[in-house]
DNA sequence: ATTGTATATGCGGATAGGCGAATAAGGCAA
DNA sequence: TTGCCTTATTCGCCTATCCGCATATACAAT
């Protein structure tokens, strides 16, 4: 009842949603995000710690790197929540373009790590070139 | 999208997440839910004002007493989320016990219409008692 | 320790939401 | 008209969000 209003409240603004809809795709660093939606880093970073206290994601520290995902561990409503999103999510432009996006970033080598996460390192195949983790090869 | 956005915050507030359950179950009119949810009559009027401006619900008067009913015409996304809601819902004990009260006060002679709302009067049977709508005759 | 990268937090201002108290407005009935 | 009932709106106050800017923290590498 709280935690549906919180959900709800997560998802009260059309960045989080953006969010949402990119971490519907698997777990995610910050600066792909951040890359992606366009805001300031301390914006993005707000957001995402506004959906971590909805309760909606979860985080884990990987090196110099924060990864997000869904958190949707043993819990019905959030199970729901999630099948509803991805519902009400298709067909809309932004969410979809944001998407693409995406996958484009990852084909180049994005720091996100694929759908159920990996324990290993986050930076792809070849790591050498860390700086700028959405540099095409 | 921002429809979306909207509904979102629509539902970002208890009472109004109440007040959507207990509109699941059919039209309304003010003073019922004002009964079941116990707020001030302009609290309850604001909530609804503001369900309203989000997309979420809609009005209709019939002489003294107001209307509200789910606003779910020709919209996919509202389907969807209509179908949520009632999923979540269940088992939410302050709902169910909302719609436990709501049946008894529909069962004493509220002033409700039922689901698929009729053109008449929403007086019930014995409609000289009209003072208290909830008035056990 | 120092430097650099990635992320988080503090602060200030602007806007929005929530509630109580009072008042306004719509509508029926005598 | 007057009076009454139901609902909506205004006002004032407080809290919560949202953002930009600056700064702090966490970690890695040298």
Redesign the interface.
């Given at each position: 009842?709280?935690d549906?209003?919180g959900y709800?409240?997560g998802?009260?603004?059309?960045t989080r949603?953006r969010i949402m809809n990119l971490l519907l795709q698997g777990e995610l660093c910050v600066c792909d995000i951040q890359r992606i939606v366009e805001g300031s880093q301390p914006t993005v970073s707000r957001h995402l710690n506004y959906l971590k206290h909805s309760g909606l994601v979860l985080d884990r520290r990987d090196g110099l790197r924060v990864f997000y995902r869904l958190a949707k561990e043993n819990n019905?409503?959030l199970r729901?929540?999630h099948?509803?999103l991805r519902?009400?999510f298709k067909g809309?432009?932004?969410?979809e373009n944001d998407v693409k996006e995406l996958k484009d970033a990852m084909a180049r080598g994005a720091c996100a790590v694929p759908t159920p996460f990996r324990a290993g390192k986050p930076v792809p195949s070849d790591a050498t070139a860390s700086r700028a983790p959405l540099q095409a090869s």
């Open positions: 009842m709280r549906l209003e709800f409240k998802l009260s603004d059309v949603l019905a409503d729901a929540l099948h509803f519902r009400v809309k432009g932004v969410l």
